[in-house]
């Protein structure tokens, strides 16, 4: 394999991978709504009212939550993610700019994403609000974060009402 096709592959690997996380995150929504359901049908509001306000105060306003859900949409109804990558030179003191002295950053091409009809609202907000080249990685991250710490409230509100 030459390096030319050594880095379409890892290209290739990375935005399947990205692909995953993000119908992953999905799917974790999914589930929690279905048990919501669930616990709705046994009559148990107070932890169905709890998980609402929970949406509604950390992902219903919430430009990054927008954007995730956008980016599934757009895998979906039109075509795999745009992905840039940005290199910079790693240690601010050499002067070599060899391939040991670069770190790459992986970013969404925000102006691509921007011309489909349904990255509007939030969505749009949140490219613009991180310069059109929102970073993968950080991205990915914190909406990964709010969705655990989301689960956490949830497992621990349950705990509570049934186990305290």
């Known amino acids: 394999m030459n390096n030319n096709e050594s ?3 890892s290209r290739w690997n990375f935005q399947r991978a990205m692909n995953n ?5 999905k799917m974790l ?8 359901r669930e616990y709705e049908r046994n009559g148990e509001h107070e932890i169905v009212n709890f998980n609402k306000k929970m949406v509604e105060d950390n992902f219903s306003k919430d430009p990054l939550s927008k954007f995730i859900e ?8 039109v075509a ?19 391939v040991y002295n670069r770190r790459y950053i992986h970013h969404f091409v925000g102006a691509k994403l921007m011309e489909w009809k349904d990255m509007k609202g939030l969505a749009a907000e949140y490219i613009r609000n991180n310069n059109n080249y929102p970073q ?8 990964i974060q709010k969705l655990n710490s989301h689960q956490n409230d949830i497992v621990d509100f349950i705990d509570k009402k049934f186990f305290a």
Request: hydrophobic share 35%.
């Open 80 to 98: 795999i993610i745009p992905i840039g990558v940005k290199m910079y030179k790693y240690h601010p003191y050499s002067y070599e700019f060899d």
């Open 70 to 77: 956008s980016l599934r949409n757009y895998i979906s109804h």
């Open 21 to 25: 996380v993000i119908y992953s995150a």
């Open 7 to 9: 880095l379409i592959y």
């Open 136 to 143: 993968v990685f950080n991205s990915i991250s914190l909406y």
């Open 29 to 36: 929504v999914e589930h929690t709504r279905n048990g919501m």
